[in-house]
């Protein structure tokens, strides 16, 4: 989220001007749709289940698996923590777990602990400290409230992507596709005490800062850079960072950024949510490089869906354009599943893929924290079940490294 630093080196394929093509770059049937993560962290009191702004205690305790993967962000309650670049889903499932075990770990040694949701379920926002820094004040200079109130978790999936051009036309398509990848990760049904109703009420407090949301659809590379440099000249942005879009094209990284998601609780949901992303980006560079394209929507019908995920996540309806009608999100999982099938195997993703239906089964994490506050009225007890759920699978995976 802003006034944090990019917690990923590029998860890229070359180094060279984010998204550019040169001369010397490999056929776009040889490239490779490598994948990074980022995650944002609560650092909680095991005590109280109450957030702690302790991140430096955090950082101090041992983290040094994490090397340079590992930061601060504008609250000291947060930490980020980001995989190293992936060339596919197995070796990212092996990143996501062993970070998650380090982390872990590395909070219990000064007796903390770290839990993964879109928002804490009762800690307030203006109790938490901001952490110091040019970037950090510069930020809470120019929205104050809406920086200090930001106190929000999210998942950012990176997938490398072929060149410019591509780099737009992608993200145009892709578009139509983040409702769906955000019911599937809803995770912050609480905010400061109380049930929102909401599944994602994250979204609705991100939504407050300017320049996010769903994209435009952009015409060409050149008039999204045309865009980003009126922004600057205007003396709107100092560069592409301050643009929080659901998807964007990664200022410095050569990556189309998926930035819609809740943080998933448990980690094989991060595996799954990542693995959803490459495969939509690859089977519309698929489509793209057939000729075939993809129906594009207007964005204001794209954030009709978006704020049905947001509302009612699993267990409501978004609306497809095309047959001008109410369809079940359970439903569209399944069709999503069966748009993507033919990519799965050449990735080898099917597995995590696959976890869609664990998903529907069980419930996304908003589901089963809202089913714990039901068994016990507690928020506390809420947290527990967070900080648990974090480490599900987590110590045997990393001890077995």
Same mark, same amino acid.
Not at 169 to 186: E, I, V
Not at 207 to 218: I, L, M
């Given at each position: ?105 590395? %909070? ?7 839990? %993964? ?42 997938? %490398? ?29 609480? !905010? ?116 049905? %995920?947001?509302? !009612? ?89």
């Amino acid at each position: 989220e802003p006034g944090t630093e990019p917690g990923t080196p590029e998860p890229g394929t070359r180094n060279q001007e984010p998204g550019t093509h040169s001369c010397h770059d490999p056929p776009m049937s040889a490239h490779r749709f490598t994948v990074g993560v980022e995650e944002e962290f609560q650092i909680v009191d095991p005590n109280t289940w109450e957030l702690r702004s302790h991140v430096t205690e955090l950082l101090a305790s041992g983290t040094a698996g994490l090397g340079d993967h590992i930061k601060r962000g504008l609250h000291q309650s947060i930490v980020e923590v980001g995989t190293k670049i992936c060339g596919d889903v197995a070796e990212l499932r092996d990143e996501i777990f062993r970070i998650r075990h380090e982390l872990s770990s590395a %909070a219990e040694r000064v007796g903390l602990a770290v839990a %993964a949701a879109g928002t804490h379920p009762f800690s307030a926002w203006k109790d938490q400290v901001l952490y110091p820094g040019v970037r950090y004040e510069s930020i809470v200079e120019e929205l104050q409230q809406l920086a200090r109130s930001l106190l929000i978790f999210g998942l950012h999936v990176h997938v %490398a992507v072929p060149d410019r051009t591509t780099m737009i036309d992608l993200m145009n398509m892709a578009r139509y596709f983040l409702p769906h990848l955000l019911a599937l990760s809803t995770s912050s049904p609480f !905010w400061m005490g109380r049930d929102t109703g909401l599944k994602s009420f994250r979204t609705t407090v991100f939504r407050r800062f300017p320049r996010t949301g769903v994209p435009d659809h952009f015409d060409s590379w050149s008039a999204y850079e045309n865009y980003v440099q009126l922004l600057v000249e205007l003396h709107c942005i100092e560069d592409a960072r301050k643009i929080w879009w659901d998807v964007r094209p990664h200022p410095v990284f050569g990556t189309l950024e998926f930035r819609v998601c809740d943080v998933t609780t448990k980690p094989e949901a991060a595996v799954m949510i990542a693995a959803l992303c490459q495969a939509i980006v690859v089977k519309l560079h698929k489509l793209y490089t057939r000729n075939q394209g993809f129906r594009l929507y207007r964005r204001a019908l794209i954030e009709e869906n978006k704020w049905r %995920a947001s509302r !009612w996540g699993l267990d409501g309806k978004l609306i497809d354009f095309g047959k001008r009608a109410e369809v079940p999100m359970r439903d569209l999982a399944i069709e999503l599943l069966e748009f993507l099938d033919d990519v799965l195997d050449e990735l080898g993703s099917r597995e995590a893929v696959n976890y869609v239906h664990t998903v529907l089964a069980e419930g996304t994490s908003a589901d089963r924290q809202l089913a714990v506050f039901r068994r016990t009225g507690d928020l506390k007890a809420v947290v527990q079940h967070l900080v648990e759920e974090t480490r599900e699978g987590v110590a045997a995976r990393g001890a077995g490294r």
